[in-house]
């Protein structure tokens, strides 16, 4: 009797100590499940965050490339673009903005690193519209990084080895930039500019020639204080859009 009572013992102890290690088997089953369901949902979650933030960065470079577009190609640019006044008083400028080179090195005098400025875009933060929009920086669907390269070429058709820097015919070349959760879309927008003489029977005209001094005088549109011999006070300027990629 004593060592039936030990051998069921010894079998209760096994029976335990099996069940005890298919629950241990279960549960390291269920836990694996578990994390592989975690790290699915949040590979989905990921994606659906980032395809967010392309459409966004998409939707906000488009959506800045057409403003800029009307604002430079606008017949009252001269008033009312603070970029059409930057390009007016610095482009085409050998000292202080020279072309870029397709094929030069970066740090080439017509390579990237000497033709291409770079100009961040934050939110204009105008205390009026507080109460709809939130403090600048909240508004929904604004890229967290908006920015836009500025460089220019010679005319299509002219000579690197020859070219003078004349204005007639500058191709002008905005890049944007919108990036956002690691997420990134550039446009670039292409524009040609025509230079003609003022006519002085127009008061339109008169006015755009005399304001170009006061243009000029401005360190804001004019950083590098270009003489306004140079900026060419007699022409008269008109960007074309060209091309979008």
């Not at 690197?160 to 930039?177: A, W």
């Amino acid at each position: 009797m004593e060592n039936k009572a030990k051998i069921k013992t010894k079998q209760g102890l096994n029976n335990r100590g099996t069940a005890m290690m298919v629950a241990v088997v279960i549960i390291a089953i269920l836990m694996v499940f578990t994390f592989a369901l975690l790290l699915v949902s949040y590979t989905l979650f990921a994606s659906q965050n980032k395809k967010v933030a392309s459409r966004r960065n998409a939707e906000a470079a488009n959506t800045l490339g057409l403003a800029i577009t009307e604002e430079l190609t606008d017949q009252a640019a001269d008033e009312k673009s603070d970029l059409w006044r930057y390009l007016r008083c610095n482009i085409g400028q050998e000292d202080t903005w020279p072309y870029y080179l397709e094929g030069s090195n970066p740090d080439d005098p017509h390579g990237e690193n000497n033709a291409f400025r770079y100009f961040n875009m934050d939110i204009n933060h105008i205390s009026a519209y507080d109460d709809y929009f939130g403090e600048a920086g909240e508004i929904d669907g604004f890229p967290g990084e908006v920015q836009l390269c500025i460089y220019w070429m010679p005319p299509e058709n002219a000579d690197p080895d020859t070219y003078t820097y004349g204005h007639s015919g500058i191709r002008l070349f905005i890049e944007v930039s919108c990036n956002t959760a690691s997420q990134s879309y550039v446009t670039t927008n292409e524009y040609k500019l025509t230079v003609s003489a003022f006519d002085d029977s127009s008061s339109r005209d008169k006015k755009m020639q005399k304001a170009l001094k006061n243009i000029a005088d401005k360190k804001v549109y004019n950083p590098a204080l270009v003489a306004l011999t140079d900026i060419k006070q007699e022409e008269k300027w008109k960007w074309t859009f060209v091309s979008r990629q």
